[in-house]
T-cell receptor
């Protein structure tokens, strides 16, 4: 079974702090994704990566950056956390387009609260 | 991506088959139907997908009408652990963008 793990289930940070959310997958998937999920707004794509050191902006990249130094690991960085970044953050991975790209496997999520 | 329409909520008795409908009347020829679910406080889980033939895996069956304008996800013997929000999504298989979940169907399995 595909396993996607995220570094924390719950995280509380203060406004202005730098926050790192880590995601690791064990299926040798090329693609990795970071989403956030908010009530009433559904799932929104922040960034995705289709290869090591490659990244693409999703729908809401402002205030975030990402890092992919190894194939299995994709990090989401909040340079200066703000209260409007309080959310559930979900990491996912998948094979390349045409080989199951939309069969995305999600981690358990990190519920981040910024105070 | 084609728009999908699902009922807001459904109930099903434990042990019975749960049939979740989805309308996608504007689906294009190269678009697939995908189903995901999300159990409370967990990440979404991929269930199944199909193009035009019926599909079955260890979790569920997917029935797509001949005109492809609607589909039904079937959980053959629902358990309490199947209580979740179920999302029907239509995507072009060769695409490379993110997933977008609508409101989905909140399926409640009753003991």
């Amino acid at each position: 079974d595909v396993k996607v793990t995220q570094s924390s289930r719950y995280l509380v940070k203060r406004t202005g702090e730098k926050v790192f959310l880590e995601c690791v997958q064990d299926m040798d998937h090329e693609n990795m994704f970071w989403y956030r999920q908010d009530p009433g707004l559904g799932l929104r794509l922040i960034y995705f990566s289709y290869d090591v050191k490659m990244k693409e902006k999703g729908d809401i990249p402002e205030g975030y950056s990402v890092s992919r130094e190894k194939k299995e690991r994709f990090s989401l960085i909040l340079e200066s956390a703000s209260t409007n970044q309080t959310s559930m953050y979900l990491c996912a991975s998948s094979p390349p387009p045409g080989q199951g790209y939309y069969e995305q496997y999600f981690g358990p999520g990190t519920r981040l609260t910024v105070t | 991506d084609a728009k999908t329409t699902q009922p807001t909520s459904m109930d099903c008795a434990e042990g019975r088959a749960a049939n979740l409908p989805c309308n996608h009347s504007t689906i294009s020829g190269n678009e697939y139907v995908y189903w995901y679910r999300q159990i409370h406080s967990q990440g979404p889980q991929y269930i199944i997908h199909g193009l035009k033939n019926n599909e079955t895996n260890e979790m569920a069956s997917l029935i797509i009408t001949e005109d492809r304008k609607s589909s039904t996800l079937i959980l053959p013997h629902a358990t309490l652990r199947d209580t979740a929000v179920y999302y029907c999504i239509v995507k072009r298989r060769g695409g490379a963008d993110g997933l977008t979940f609508g409101k989905g169907t909140h399926l409640i399995i009753q003991p």
